[in-house]
């Protein structure tokens, strides 16, 4: 996250979120392997406005738009076949209203907690699984269909973040 002062009060906010995990599980077994990864990419962009507390608080409300998109995928491979079932790739549209507060710990490093009220819409796309025997052809089930969905949620988030000023 970071956000760009405009005026005294007013700041611009941009987030960037990139997750790449992978895990590898081969049980007791060394020919049973299962690897699992997973990528996840955000962006938002939004604005706060900050109020006159003391020296060193700064609360804020804000508001934020973001989008983002998440794939992932479960290998399996064993003595009889390998499967590799591809997940339905998920893109997501929202918002978020913000209220938050700064504690500034020196001049320009804070302390921030903040808390928020999301409303996102998530679109999901076709799954697929293939599968191949082993020393046979490959064989690729698809779904058919999509899926879309929408929700509420409260999200609290803290953490430790150093402001520069420009």
């Given at each position: 996250k970071g956000r760009y002062f405009l005026m005294d009060n007013l700041a611009l906010r941009a987030t960037l979120g990139l997750d790449n995990a992978s895990t590898t599980d081969k049980n007791s077994d060394p020919l049973n392997e299962v690897v699992k990864k997973s990528n996840t990419f955000?962006?938002?962009?939004?604005?706060?406005?900050?109020?006159?507390?003391?020296?060193?608080?700064?609360?804020?409300i804000g508001a934020e738009l973001f989008l983002g998109s998440a794939t992932g995928s479960t290998k399996s491979v064993n003595s009889a076949?390998?499967?590799?079932?591809?997940?339905?790739?998920r893109f997501v549209f929202g918002?978020?209203?913000?209220?938050?507060?700064?504690?500034?710990?020196?001049?320009?490093?804070?302390?921030g907690v903040e808390a928020g009220l999301e409303l996102l819409h998530a679109s999901t796309g076709k799954t697929s699984v293939t599968t191949t025997p082993a020393g046979g052809t490959a064989t690729t089930n698809e779904s058919k269909s999509t899926s879309s969905a929408g929700g509420f949620a409260t999200d609290v988030k803290a953490g430790f973040k150093v402001g520069f000023v420009f």
């Open positions: 955000t962006l938002g962009l939004g604005l706060e406005q900050h109020f006159g507390g003391t020296d060193r608080l700064s609360p804020y076949a390998t499967t590799i079932s591809k997940n339905a790739p918002g978020d209203l913000l209220l938050g507060a700064d504690y500034y710990v020196a001049p320009h490093v804070y302390l």
